[in-house]
Nanobody, 115 residues
Framework: QVQLVESGGGLVQAGGSLRLSCAAS????????MGWYRQAPGKQRELVAG???????NYADSVKGRFTISRDNAKNTVYLQINSLKSEDTAVYYC?????????WGQGTQVTVSS
């Protein structure tokens, strides 16, 4: 079973930056995909960014140019660097992982952007 633990959320002013981290305990399970979803109040959960074990990344259009996803395979950790934060980035951010699909989820970390 894979366990994911997020950290790095918090309250930040608009225009500021945050770095989210997610450490995975794999328990012998193979992981290829690691990514970040977010869910704002009253909205559906959406994929923000994903990255394969080989480093191929994809991003939601709304965050391109501001968010950067990276991973350290040796540490089974994925990061999300968030720059130029906007009020609409306020959400709970969830780490997710899996072999082909996102089968495993973290508990989420709150990101709140104040204007």
């Amino acid at each position: 079973q894979v366990q994911l633990v997020e950290s790095g959320g918090g309250l930040v002013q608009a225009g500021g930056s945050l770095r989210l981290s997610c450490a995975a305990s794999r328990g012998g399970v193979s992981i290829n995909q690691m990514g970040w979803y977010r869910q704002a109040p009253g909205k559906q959960r959406e994929l923000v960014a994903g990255i394969t074990r080989g480093g191929s990344a994809n991003y939601a259009d709304s965050v391109k140019g501001r968010f950067t996803i990276s991973r350290d395979n040796a540490k089974n950790t994925v990061y999300l660097q968030i720059n130029s934060l906007k009020s609409e980035d306020t959400a709970v951010y969830y780490c997710a992982s899996g072999l082909v699909r996102y089968d495993y989820w973290g508990q989420g970390t709150q990101v709140t952007v104040s204007s």
